[in-house]
């Protein structure tokens, strides 16, 4: 880095890039691709500058030219730069300093990036090479020779290195196999000859890579393996020649990047556009994001062994007791959904060893309880042979699946992995033996190699290599490929007793603890590409009396039990960052386990339950469900207050209507309904009928409708005042950064705020609790729209924000207007009426590709650039009043005022589907309709005067229904909530911001709003 900062310091341009150059690529990822543009961009200014009017075209045709593939938009504004006599006058470049201070400010975002960049990971620091390295590199490939020998002998007579080692067999005859693991070391006390009388050839003591092993990983040995079962899922054979390629274990690219790369190189879609000029925002955390804040403590009723929480479902929590039980909570109801006790399901088919040992002794504990990936089966490891599998249908129902007598002794450890795209179930046991099952039962693998009880498995994959790393009671790791090779390392691990292994939730990093004999406690991370300790985490106080449990989360936290405390690691400090003893009550070696938003944690407890801890977050996540008391936590945060801001006034207050909290009946028409076998449940006829009891509200069920009427509930924040006349809030957007407010008035004037950051807001992002700034450029300008020539009142308001919140465009009854958001310019205005457009909707891939319903019921697919409709989409029968755009199945979903809804494909805007709301009975198909998916695409909300409703994307079809019977909601804004805070507007057309989640704003001469929990 000190000589990539002195060459950006001294403007060496070319050699900065010539070195750069040397690690990354301008398309290897958006962080390369950023890192490039802020280099050239930072030389195209200094050309602009020095008035250099030459260079400057020069750099923008031949550097700058290939970031027009990824944002045309973008590279334009770049070009207008050459027009102003000063690139100053530019507002986004208005506080361009000297040239100087200018590259510092660009090396800071520029190191910023280097090191967000996975790339060069491992590469900023020139690494530590230990003395024997070289040693060790010529013991690793004596193994590999001495491996492919076709003879190999338990003493090679290895004497020179100038020439490949072979076995010669003796008087022809074939000698025992050795076990040498592919790319390992000998073991304790199997050395080689010397090479010399002077130079002996000692094996190395650093144990072998993690990485290298799996660069043989599929090679072919003569070596038979005596100790592995026949499999049926061999390793593919063309994996040889990708890891041979690419010997590391470690690969950093994730699946995202992967995906934005493929998005970004010319022959493919359009691609979010690049932001123009700030930095990509980074990642960032504090302590406040550890889940220290106990929000309740629940009973199980036995001693906890093992938890796992729901990996999509995150307050889903199973949990395994030491009397077999397990049981499932829901923790935002602080409900148990099902309890199922411990019982053979077969007996005869168990082994008579198993038979003995239970009439011997009847008890039976779980060591183990674990969720499938996709969250449809549970695995149950007994501490007796067995393992169940549970299938798992939502809310509270399961059946049998599987019952194997898997392991003589305890079953150790279960987990799910998929080998060749293959649901298989691995275990581990007191018989020394790891084994892989698949979903009948029968058994795939038998891994043999261990010898000690393997105490822990962690199933994992790089690529396309499907892996099992085990640990073993007497501190050994050792590593398998679903193949007949047999272990690919063996080496110890600190401590060398009980230790568990764990990746972080990318999979990028690989974290282990354990305890030794003596008691002492190791929490470490692994260098896989040296199969060495990369780093020891500290803060372990006392002589533990068993074994210390850990788990990771969010990719930079760790966290593991220990002296009556729950302690907390930021991954790349090896100080203890926090902890806490969740007021008192914890074991001295407390089980733990995060869930997989890292949000919540689950403790146990001595007294034979658990503690469920949360951070704001998981706060937020755990009010939706209306639990049975305030959540202490909840508290100060939702207490009104008001609240300044510097240099505009400011209004806050809650209204004088508001007054507690109140749960609908559950008979209640509002109460939410499931759809079944083509039921409507609008049907029904039943009277409203609510109660209300402040000591002992009713629990709010998902699904369950519940008012927010109480201020402890509620923060308001009234935005300050703007210049022009005060008028009625038609439309209202978040930015889809999060940061700032659009609205839109009946008066056609667009209005933007934004929030700062700073200490009471540090993130920057929209809340209640700080008031926001009116924002305008500098030259004052306003975005007005072409208002409409017939009665105002009579227009259709839409508005939509493009992707990277670049531009707007918007309508009031007159024609489409296009707007700047950096400078508020009209970019350009289309689609003049008679028939006035009433929404609006940007292409996903493409913001030149706008889809623009009209009120004569048709819709236009527009495109900017050449100024054209290129098709007119026809099926409804009154105007359009919803459009939503999914990426991921490539269609659009348009709704009416005939109620009904189309489905559009995006790629020959071809009709797919027509899908009719289903009305109450004598009720007419008419009324205004909105769609909108949510943030992955897979569901739609639908909502309608009668009724609001979430499908299923892909096929279309009704999931859930909410009734509104008697039509004296009037649902005036809705949102599927993807960031904290929303945004509503009440009956007078004033605006207010609520600090909550999942919201339905409706609209009755008290002004309420409803929370909805799916």
């Given at each position: 880095m000190k000589y990539f900062e002195e060459k950006v310091h001294a403007g060496e341009w070319d050699e900065v890039e010539k070195y750069l150059s040397g690690f990354t690529k301008v398309d290897d990822n958006r962080y390369s691709m950023k890192i490039f543009f802020e280099i050239r961009k930072q030389k195209y200014l200094e050309a602009l500058d020095r008035h250099d009017r030459a260079k400057a075209v020069d750099i923008l045709v031949k550097d700058l030219k290939v970031f027009?593939?990824?944002?045309?938009?973008?590279?334009?504004?770049?070009?207008?730069?050459?027009?102003?006599?000063?690139?100053?006058?530019?507002?986004?470049?208005?506080?361009?300093?000297?040239?100087?201070?200018?590259?510092?400010?660009?090396?800071?975002?520029?190191?910023?990036?280097?090191?967000?960049?996975?790339?060069?990971?491992?590469?900023?620091?020139?690494?530590?090479?230990?003395?024997?390295?070289?040693?060790?590199?010529?013991?690793?490939?004596?193994?590999?020779?001495?491996q492919l020998c076709k003879n190999p002998r338990p003493n090679p007579d290895i004497k020179t290195l100038f020439t490949d080692h072979t076995c010669a067999p003796p008087n022809g005859a074939r000698a025992s196999p050795v076990s040498v693991p592919l790319a390992a070391v000998p073991k304790a006390g199997a050395t080689y000859p010397p090479l010399t009388a002077h130079t002996p050839f000692q094996p190395p003591p650093a144990g072998p890579s993690l990485a290298g092993w799996m660069a043989n990983a599929a090679a072919t040995s003569s070596v038979p393996s005596a100790v592995v079962a026949a499999s049926s899922l061999p390793v593919p054979a063309n994996q040889a020649v990708q890891i041979l390629k690419r010997p590391t274990i470690a690969d950093y690219q994730s699946a995202e990047s992967e995906q934005l790369m493929k998005r970004l190189r010319p022959s493919g879609h359009g691609v979010d556009e690049a932001t123009y000029p700030s930095p990509i925002p980074q990642p960032s955390w504090s302590v406040e994001d550890l889940p220290r804040t106990v929000v309740c403590t629940l009973p199980q009723g036995s001693s906890v062994t093992s938890m796992d929480f729901h990996p999509s479902r995150h307050t889903l929590l199973?949990?395994?007791?030491?009397?077999?039980?397990?049981?499932?909570?829901?923790?935002?109801?602080?409900?148990?959904?099902?309890?199922?006790?411990?019982?053979?399901?077969?007996?005869?088919?168990?082994?008579?060893?198993?038979?003995?040992?239970?009439?011997?002794?009847?008890?039976?504990?779980?060591?183990?309880?674990?969720?499938?990936?996709?969250?449809?089966?549970?695995?149950?490891?007994?501490?007796?042979?067995?393992?169940?599998?549970?299938?798992?249908?939502?809310?509270?129902?399961?059946?049998?699946?599987?019952?194997?007598?898997?392991?003589?002794?305890?079953?150790?450890?279960?987990?799910?992995?998929?080998?060749?795209?293959?649901?298989?179930?691995?275990?581990?046991?007191?018989?020394?033996?790891?084994?892989?099952?698949?979903?009948?039962?029968?058994?795939?693998?038998?891994?043999?190699?261990?010898?000690?009880?393997?105490?822990?498995?962690?199933?994992?994959?790089?690529?396309?290599?499907?892996?099992?790393?085990?640990?073993?009671?007497?501190?050994?790791?050792?590593?398998?490929?679903?193949?007949?090779?047999?272990?690919?390392?063996?080496?110890?691990?600190?401590?060398?007793?009980?230790?568990?292994?764990?990746?972080?939730?990318?999979?990028?990093?690989?974290?282990?603890?354990?305890?030794?004999?003596?008691?002492?406690?190791?929490?470490?991370?692994?260098?896989?590409?040296?199969?060495?300790?990369?780093?020891?985490?500290?803060?372990?106080?006392?002589?533990?009396?068993?074994?210390?449990?850990?788990?990771?989360?969010?990719?930079?936290?760790?966290?593991?039990?220990?002296?009556?405390?729950?302690?907390?690691?930021?991954?790349?400090?090896?100080?203890?960052?926090?902890?806490?003893?969740?007021?008192?009550?914890?074991?001295?070696?407390?089980?733990?386990?995060?869930?997989?938003?890292?949000?919540?944690?689950?403790?146990?407890?001595?007294?034979?339950?658990?503690?469920?801890?949360?951070?704001?977050?998981?706060?937020?996540?755990?009010?939706?469900?209306?639990?049975?008391?305030?959540?202490?936590?909840?508290?100060?945060?939702?207490?009104?207050?008001?609240?300044?801001?510097?240099?505009?006034?400011?209004?806050?207050?809650?209204?004088?209507?508001?007054?507690?909290?109140?749960?609908?009946?559950?008979?209640?028409?509002?109460?939410?309904?499931?759809?079944?076998?083509?039921?409507?449940?609008?049907?029904?006829?039943?009277?409203?009928?609510?109660?209300?009891?402040?000591?002992?509200?009713?629990?709010?069920?998902?699904?369950?409708?519940?008012?927010?009427?109480?201020?402890?509930?509620?923060?308001?924040?009234?935005?300050?005042?703007?210049?022009?006349?005060?008028?009625?809030?038609?439309?209202?957007?978040?930015?889809?950064?999060?940061?700032?407010?659009?609205?839109?008035?009946?008066?056609?004037?667009?209005?933007?705020?934004?929030?700062?950051?700073?200490?009471?807001?540090?993130?920057?992002?929209?809340?209640?609790?700080?008031?926001?700034?009116?924002?305008?450029?500098?030259?004052?300008?306003?975005?007005?729209?072409?208002?409409?020539?017939?009665?105002?009142?009579?227009?259709?308001?839409?508005?939509?924000?493009?992707?990277?919140?670049?531009?707007?465009?918007?309508?009031?009854?007159?024609?489409?207007?296009?707007?700047?958001?950096?400078?508020?310019?009209?970019m350009t205005t289309f689609m003049p009426p008679p028939p006035a457009s009433t929404f609006l909707a940007f292409h996903p891939q493409d913001n030149n590709i706008i889809a623009i319903g009209m009120e004569d019921s048709t819709i236009h697919i527009y495109n900017v650039r050449v100024d054209e409709v290129k098709t007119r989409l026809t099926g409804h029968q009154k105007r359009i009043t919803g459009l939503a755009f999914s990426n991921n199945q490539h269609i659009l979903v348009s709704s009416g005022a005939d109620a009904q809804l189309c489905v559009w494909a995006t790629d020959s805007w071809e009709k797919k589907k027509t899908v009719a709301i289903q009305m109450p009975a004598g009720k007419t198909p008419s009324g205004d309709t909105w769609v909108q998916f949510n943030s992955d695409w897979s569901r739609l909300l639908v909502v309608h005067e009668t009724q609001l409703a979430i499908y299923d994307a892909s096929k279309m079809e009704r999931i859930y229904q909410v009734a509104n019977h008697l039509y004296l909601i009037k649902i005036c804004c809705y949102f599927f909530v993807k960031i904290s805070s929303l945004v509503s507007v009440d009956t007078s057309g004033h605006f207010v911001s609520f600090h909550i989640t999942c919201i339905i704003l409706t609209q009755q001469p008290a002004g309420f709003c409803c929370l909805y929990q799916w």
């Open positions: 027009s593939t990824f944002n045309e938009e973008l590279y334009k504004e770049i070009t207008q730069l050459l027009t102003l006599e000063n690139f100053r006058e530019n507002e986004q470049l208005s506080k361009y300093g000297d040239t100087k201070s200018a590259r510092s400010i660009m090396l800071i975002e520029l190191k910023k990036l280097i090191e967000a960049n996975p790339l060069f990971r491992e590469k900023l620091v020139f690494p530590t090479l230990k003395a024997s390295r070289l040693r060790t590199l010529i013991n690793q490939s004596l193994n590999w020779q001495h199973l949990v395994g007791s030491a009397n077999g039980e397990i049981t499932l909570w829901e923790v935002g109801l602080r409900e148990r959904l099902f309890s199922k006790p411990f019982k053979i399901w077969d007996t005869q088919a168990c082994s008579p060893q198993f038979q003995n040992s239970v009439v011997k002794d009847s008890s039976m504990s779980i060591n183990r309880v674990t969720w499938n990936p996709d969250g449809d089966l549970i695995g149950v490891a007994f501490t007796k042979h067995l393992i169940h599998l549970h299938a798992y249908q939502q809310p509270n129902e399961t059946r049998q699946v599987l019952e194997i007598d898997a392991h003589s002794g305890g079953v150790n450890d279960i987990a799910f992995s998929r080998p060749n795209k293959q649901l298989c179930v691995v275990t581990c046991g007191d018989d020394k033996l790891i084994k892989v099952w698949d979903m009948q039962g029968q058994k795939l693998f038998s891994f043999e190699g261990h010898e000690a009880p393997v105490y822990s498995i962690c199933p994992h994959h790089k690529e396309s290599i499907q892996f099992i790393f085990s640990t073993s009671l007497d501190g050994k790791i050792k590593a398998w490929l679903y193949d007949n090779v047999g272990s690919r390392v063996d080496y110890d691990a600190p401590g060398k007793w009980c230790t568990t292994m764990l990746y972080s939730a990318d999979g990028t990093r690989l974290f282990s603890c354990g305890t030794s004999k003596e008691g002492d406690s190791y929490l470490v991370e692994w260098n896989e590409s040296e199969g060495s300790i990369k780093r020891t985490y500290s803060g372990f106080r006392k002589k533990a009396s068993g074994v210390v449990q850990f788990d990771t989360a969010q990719n930079h936290i760790l966290a593991a039990g220990e002296d009556n405390q729950i302690k907390f690691w930021d991954v790349d400090n090896t100080n203890m960052l926090s902890y806490t003893e969740a007021d008192g009550g914890l074991p001295s070696l407390p089980r733990l386990r995060f869930n997989k938003e890292g949000n919540l944690l689950a403790v146990t407890t001595m007294d034979n339950g658990f503690k469920i801890l949360a951070n704001a977050d998981g706060l937020r996540s755990l009010r939706t469900f209306g639990t049975t008391r305030p959540f202490e936590a909840f508290r100060v945060p939702y207490e009104v207050s008001s609240m300044k801001v510097s240099g505009a006034p400011v209004v806050a207050g809650i209204s004088p209507n508001i007054g507690r909290m109140d749960h609908i009946d559950r008979n209640s028409p509002a109460n939410p309904t499931p759809i079944m076998n083509g039921g409507d449940s609008a049907s029904r006829s039943i009277d409203i009928k609510p109660r209300i009891s402040e000591e002992k509200p009713d629990k709010a069920k998902p699904w369950e409708l519940m008012e927010v009427i109480n201020p402890q509930q509620c923060r308001v924040a009234t935005m300050p005042e703007t210049p022009d006349q005060p008028s009625k809030v038609v439309r209202l957007l978040y930015t889809n950064s999060g940061v700032g407010l659009l609205a839109l008035g009946s008066n056609a004037v667009q209005r933007l705020w934004k929030w700062s950051r700073n200490d009471q807001n540090p993130s920057g992002k929209a809340t209640a609790s700080v008031v926001p700034h009116h924002w305008q450029p500098n030259s004052g300008l306003v975005m007005t729209n072409d208002p409409a020539d017939t009665n105002p009142e009579e227009a259709v308001p839409c508005i939509a924000l493009s992707k990277n919140d670049s531009y707007v465009m918007s309508a009031c009854g007159g024609k489409v207007s296009l707007f700047n958001m950096m400078t508020f310019k009209v």
